[in-house]
């Protein structure tokens, strides 16, 4: 659940970090939530909230663009236990423990085939692995301080768990918006 606050123009804010100062409510950031967002949704929080509608695709760039600066702050953080590039992802995917693997929505069939099919023989294996897509690679270049990125992966058992999260929220608001 992402935590939104109205400020005292009756903007609504997502508040990605939770500290944000006074009274909040919450959106649920599944997909069909997030795909159900709407101006009359919104019109809930008349009740509780001096809120200007409409606002609902600007909520939802607001919620992306704090999702993405997050996720670069995060990336950077993590930068240094990350894997990067094909060749270092395979073989990262030989190893045991959880892995989060991000495959560039722009990479190429071949490069998509075979981290597919990796993951599909970790997850077959019984080892957790999880797959996202939907980060553009030069996202995930910017993100890593690199040239060009298509896949990168992160054994999940020494990052935030936030960082995980934080990307599944972001690619799910890429895909409704």
Not at 44 to 57: D, E, H, I, K, Y
Not at 112 to 127: C, H, I, L, P, Y
Request: glycine share 10%.
């Amino acid at each position: 659940m992402l935590r939104l606050v109205v400020d005292d123009e009756g903007q609504i804010w997502p508040d990605i970090l939770q500290k944000a100062p006074g009274r909040g409510t919450y959106l649920c950031m599944q997909q069909a939530c997030l795909e159900g967002l709407t101006d009359r949704r919104l019109g809930a929080l008349r009740n509780r909230f001096n809120v200007q509608l409409p606002q609902s695709l600007s909520l939802m760039q607001r919620i992306g663009e704090g999702l993405r600066r997050q996720l670069m702050r995060l990336f950077s953080q993590f930068g240094a236990v990350a894997v990067l590039g094909r060749d270092a992802v395979m073989h990262q995917m030989w190893k045991s423990g959880p892995l989060l693997v991000i495959l560039a929505s722009d990479a190429g069939d071949a490069l998509v085939q075979q981290v597919e099919d990796g993951v599909g023989k970790r997850q077959g294996a019984g080892e957790k692995t999880t797959l996202l897509h939907g980060f553009s690679s030069s996202f995930l270049a910017e993100a890593f301080s690199r040239d060009k990125i298509s896949v990168a992966a992160l054994d999940t058992a020494n990052v935030s768990t936030k960082l995980q999260m934080f990307c599944e929220w972001y690619v799910r608001v890429k895909e409704s918006g």
